[in-house]
Structures are given as structure tokens and as C-alpha cells.
């Protein structure tokens, strides 16, 4: 069992950054591939960005690649979203999620990103 609570959300300019934190307990952290997804209003959840479990690999849908960056620190049970150059377009409720390739993915209860033009 996972157990996921993440952080850093908020109102931000267009351009501005924010780095979004997600805290996971439990001490299987680091077998996981993480993820970080997102849904806005109206939308389907969509998938952000992923790294593997031991951080040498990573992913990203297409329209965040150069502006997002996904790293974690097993040491700490955190994994994290670096958002630069934030658009409108990129406001949602983000959600962390652990094993996130697995139907039995486990998920945070979001933050919510709000990005004005």
C-alpha cells in the first residue's frame, strides 16, 4: 500500500514556474515508476510525464517536452514536476501516481494549477 499526498500547487502568470511535489509512504517507493497526470475541466485525465523507478528514464506527452522536468529522490519518498514557461492551457489538477503503468496504479488527491494569461 502507497500512499501519495502532493504539493506545490497554485495561481501562477503565464511564463512563471511552479515545482510540484508528490510525498509517498511506504517503503517500496523506490521499486515504482512514478507519474505525474493531470485533468482539466471538462477533459479526460491525461498523462504528464514518467521516470523509472531508479530515475534513469523518463517520459513526456509531447506538449510539456522542454518546459516540464520529472525527477524524484527515493532517499526522501518524493518525486517532483519542475513546470517552466506555464500556459493557460496547462491548468488542471495534477495527480501523482505510483506504478502508474499498472491497472492497480496507486494515486494522489491532486493540486490544483492554475495558470493566468
Known amino acids: 500500500q502507497v500512499q501519495l499526498v502532493e504539493s506545490g500547487g497554485g495561481l501562477v502568470q503565464a511564463g512563471g514556474s511552479l515545482r510540484l511535489s508528490c510525498a509517498a509512504s511506504?517503503?517500496?517507493?523506490?521499486?515504482?515508476?512514478m507519474g505525474w497526470f493531470r485533468q482539466a475541466p471538462g477533459k479526460e485525465r491525461e498523462f504528464v510525464a514518467g521516470?523509472?523507478?531508479?530515475?534513469?528514464?523518463?517520459a513526456y506527452v509531447d506538449s510539456v517536452k522542454g518546459r516540464f522536468t520529472i525527477s524524484r529522490d527515493n532517499a526522501k519518498n518524493t518525486v517532483y514536476l519542475q513546470m517552466n514557461s506555464l500556459k493557460p492551457e496547462d491548468t488542471a489538477v495534477y495527480y501523482c501516481?505510483?506504478?502508474?503503468?499498472?491497472?492497480?496504479?496507486?494515486w494522489g488527491q491532486g493540486t490544483q494549477v492554475t495558470v493566468s494569461s
Open positions: 521516470i523509472s523507478a531508479s530515475g534513469g528514464g523518463t
Open positions: 511506504g517503503r517500496t517507493f523506490g521499486s515504482y515508476p
Open positions: 501516481a505510483a506504478d502508474y503503468l499498472a491497472r492497480s496504479a496507486y
